[in-house]
């Protein structure tokens, strides 16, 4: 595509081009992580304990979250900077957001950089577990219950959505290595091969789904059949997010000779029903399931509890309503498309970035409820229908 060919950017990816937004969303996830392990902490949940992270070896050192912020503050620095460096000698002109490329795309190459530098004052302890987890779970690996196997299933549920986030990310690089594009120009989608794209929004999906098989074989040693199943119903939640992944980047560029007579309109239809049953099914399972919550069993009337909710809880009443609209609200987001009011969410690259940042923030907020939901567990068991993700006894401990 020549320059002349190039769709022209809109004012929002003038002020904050395409790196950029992927970097913001990047360095919100430590924000989030740090405002998590506070707020927990203050409601008398120990996040590190449950991860198997080290404890503090005295009441003088820092708490676990004051380290997180401080690697949060260091990622942003650089960010406001070039940000700032970057407006500067734009000026909101479209050619020089195109030429200067190269400073958004290398606060990206910084902040792996510092994710990775051997320096002790940048939460090094943390940075390295970060690394150490990420490089077992990129291929679906679990650890042990006793060593971390929680902390393991928190941020590969954390990747699924960022998975999005993942694919733009690539997508920045292919556009800068790219001969004939920038990374700050309209995003290319199809930027390399049709199938690297798709494969990397998938890819976390898939890492949980081996993960939950990991779990089903390790408790089938045990004899347990019915906790298997349950692992085996939580592999079949993620293997519905691939007929929507596919779908939909087959319909972006649609051509009627490789579906031999699928209609575009046909093959719309079918990514709507495949988005209903894996949203219902995600919106299901974080609450029954994840949470813990009595929303869609015989028992969410009990007197001893609020309706839908459970006995024991850390968080006011009002907290767990909220948090069961906001997740059903984001999860089927996609719906928007059919609202005339809200149809530019995705169809403009200023409501796809609303769009991924409400999803991050939904898994920030879920993570508030699961991470409860496991300490009650590990207090009193896990609930005599819920399994599923609780550390388990006797054998299952000792596998």
């Known amino acids: 595509m020549g320059p002349d060919q190039r769709p022209q950017l809109d004012g929002f990816s003038l002020i904050l081009p395409f790196p950029y937004r992927v970097a913001v969303i990047l360095v919100a996830g430590f924000w989030g992580w740090g405002f998590n392990l506070q707020y927990l902490l203050k409601a008398n949940?120990?996040?590190?304990?449950?991860?198997?992270?080290p404890p503090r070896q005295s009441p003088n050192h820092?708490?676990?979250?004051?380290s997180t912020y401080r690697l949060a503050t260091l990622l942003t620095i650089p960010?406001?900077?070039?940000?700032?460096?970057?407006?500067?000698?734009?000026?909101?002109?479209?050619?020089?957001?195109?030429?200067?490329?190269?400073?958004?795309?290398?606060?990206?190459?910084?902040?792996?950089?510092?994710?990775?530098?051997?320096?002790?004052?940048?939460?090094?302890?943390?940075?390295?577990?970060?690394?150490?987890?990420?490089?077992?779970?990129?291929?679906?690996?679990?650890a042990d219950t006793q060593n971390g196997k929680?902390?393991?299933?928190?941020?590969a549920d954390a990747l699924t959505?960022?998975?999005?986030?993942?694919?733009?990310?690539?997508?920045?690089?292919?556009?800068?290595?790219?001969?004939?594009s920038h990374s700050t120009s309209k995003p290319d989608r199809y930027c390399g091969t049709?199938?690297?794209?798709?494969?990397?929004?998938?890819?976390?999906?898939?890492?949980?789904?081996?993960?939950?098989?990991?779990?089903?074989?390790?408790?089938?040693?045990?004899?347990s059949r019915r906790a298997g199943g349950q692992h085996l119903a939580n592999a079949l939640k993620y293997s519905t997010a691939f007929p929507v992944i596919i779908l939909a980047a087959k319909l972006r560029n649609y051509s009627p000779l490789e579906f031999y007579g699928w209609s575009e309109m046909s093959l719309a239809r079918l990514l709507t029903f495949f988005s209903f049953i894996n949203s219902g099914y995600s919106f299901?399972?974080?609450?029954?399931?994840?949470?813990?919550?009595?929303?869609?069993?015989?028992?969410?009337?009990?007197?001893?509890?609020?309706?839908?909710?459970?006995?024991?809880?850390?968080?006011?009443?009002?907290?767990?309503?909220?948090?069961?609209a906001i997740d059903l609200v984001i999860r089927f987001s996609w719906l928007c498309t059919f609202v005339p009011n809200l149809r530019w969410l995705p169809e403009h690259e200023s409501g796809i970035f609303v769009l991924m940042f409400l999803e991050v923030?939904?898994?920030?907020?879920?993570v508030f409820f699961r991470v409860e939901a496991e300490c009650i567990r590990n207090d009193r068991g896990p609930s005599p229908d819920d399994v599923l993700l609780g550390d388990f006894r006797g054998k299952l401990d000792a596998d």
Request: contains cysteine; proline residues 4%.
């Open 161 to 180: 959505s960022y998975a999005k986030v993942l694919g733009d990310l690539f997508v920045t690089f292919c556009m800068f290595f790219s001969p004939d």
């Open 45 to 53: 949940i120990d996040v590190p304990a449950l991860i198997r992270y």
């Open 62 to 66: 820092e708490p676990h979250h004051a």
């Open 284 to 324: 299901y399972w974080d609450v029954s399931k994840d949470w813990d919550l009595t929303l869609f069993s015989a028992s969410r009337g009990d007197a001893e509890h609020p309706y839908g909710l459970r006995r024991n809880r850390y968080f006011s009443d009002r907290m767990y309503y909220w948090a069961i």
């Open 79 to 142: 960010l406001l900077l070039s940000i700032l460096l970057f407006w500067a000698v734009t000026h909101g002109s479209y050619e020089l957001v195109e030429k200067l490329d190269f400073i958004p795309q290398s606060y990206l190459f910084i902040f792996f950089i510092i994710l990775v530098l051997p320096i002790n004052r940048l939460s090094r302890s943390g940075r390295h577990r970060l690394l150490i987890t990420l490089r077992r779970v990129s291929i679906g690996g679990l």
């Open 150 to 155: 929680f902390g393991d299933i928190l941020l």
């Open 361 to 366: 923030a939904r898994r920030w907020m879920w």
């Open 194 to 223: 049709g199938y690297v794209l798709p494969l990397i929004v998938a890819a976390p999906s898939i890492i949980r789904l081996r993960q939950c098989l990991i779990e089903y074989v390790r408790v089938r040693r045990t004899g």
